[in-house]
T-cell receptor, first 113, second 113 residues
C-alpha cells in the first residue's frame, strides 16, 4: 500500500515532442505529490509538485495531471528539449506525518535533437 | 549558501571495512534523510531524523547506523561493509511542518569490493 508505481522505465522522445510519465499509488492518505528531476552525477531536484485538491498544475513546459479517483498522476513535458534528458522520479507523502517520501522507480528520458 | 553537502564524493571499500558518510545542511532545516539509489529501484529511505535528537528507520535500514550530531549534521555509518551496499547515497533535508520540499545533496558513490 506504500508503493508508488512509475512507468515507463525509459522513454525516448524527439525534440519538440511530448513526454509523458505516469505514476500510480494506493495509499489514499498521500496528500503531496512531487516530481524530481535528476541529471547524471547530480542529486535529485524538485521540478513541480501538486496536492490532490487540484486536477492539474502547470509550470512552463511542465504539467502535472492528477486523477484522484484513479489514484494516478502524470508528468507531461511539452515541447521536449535535449536539455530535458534526465531521470524523473515521482513521489508521494503524507504531510501531516514525518514527511517521508515514497519514490517511484524512476524514468530515464532521452530527448533526441 | 551551500545547501546540502556530502563527503566523500566517492569511496572504495573492501568487504568488512567500516566508514562514515557525512552530510551537512545550512538551511536551518529540522528534518534530514539518508537514501540509497540503485538502478531500477529508485530512491529508498535508509534512515531519517524528523528533528534534532531523533532518528527512525526507513525502508532499508539493515547494515546501517545514523547519528544526528546537531541540527546541521546527519551521518550514516556502515559498520561492516558488504558488496550489497554498493550504491549511490544521497542525503536530503527539509523544513518539515512548514514546507514539503526535500533538498538533496550531490551524493556519495560507494563501491564495496
Amino acid at each position: 500500500q506504500q508503493q508508488v508505481k512509475q512507468s515507463p522505465q525509459s522513454l525516448i522522445v524527439q525534440k519538440g515532442g511530448i513526454s509523458i510519465i505516469n505514476c500510480a499509488y494506493e495509499n489514499t492518505a498521500f496528500d503531496y505529490f512531487p516530481w524530481y528531476q535528476q541529471f547524471p552525477g547530480k542529486g535529485p531536484a524538485l521540478l513541480i509538485a501538486i496536492r490532490p485538491d487540484v486536477s492539474e498544475k502547470k509550470e512552463g513546459r511542465f504539467t502535472i495531471s492528477f486523477n484522484k479517483s484513479a489514484k494516478q498522476f502524470s508528468l507531461h513535458i511539452m515541447d521536449s528539449q535535449p536539455g530535458d534528458s534526465a531521470t524523473y522520479f515521482c513521489a508521494a507523502t503524507v504531510t501531516s506525518g514525518t514527511y517521508k517520501y515514497i519514490f517511484g522507480t524512476g524514468t530515464r528520458l532521452k530527448v533526441l535533437a | 549558501n551551500a545547501g546540502v553537502t556530502q563527503t566523500p564524493k566517492f569511496q572504495v571499500l573492501k568487504t568488512g571495512q567500516s566508514m562514515t558518510l557525512q552530510c551537512a545542511q545550512d538551511m536551518n532545516h529540522n528534518s534530514m534523510y539518508w537514501y540509497r539509489q540503485d538502478p531500477g529501484m529508485g530512491l529508498r529511505l535508509i534512515y531519517y531524523s524528523a528533528s534534532e535528537g531523533t532518528t527512525d528507520k526507513g525502508e532499508v535500514p539493515n547494515g546501517y547506523n545514523v547519528s544526528r550530531l546537531n541540527k546541521r549534521e546527519f551521518s550514516l555509518r556502515l559498520e561492516s561493509a558488504a558488496p550489497s551496499q554498493t550504491s549511490v547515497y544521497f542525503c536530503a533535508s527539509s523544513f518539515s511542518g512548514k514546507q514539503e520540499t526535500q533538498y538533496f545533496g550531490p551524493g556519495t558513490r560507494l563501491l564495496v569490493l
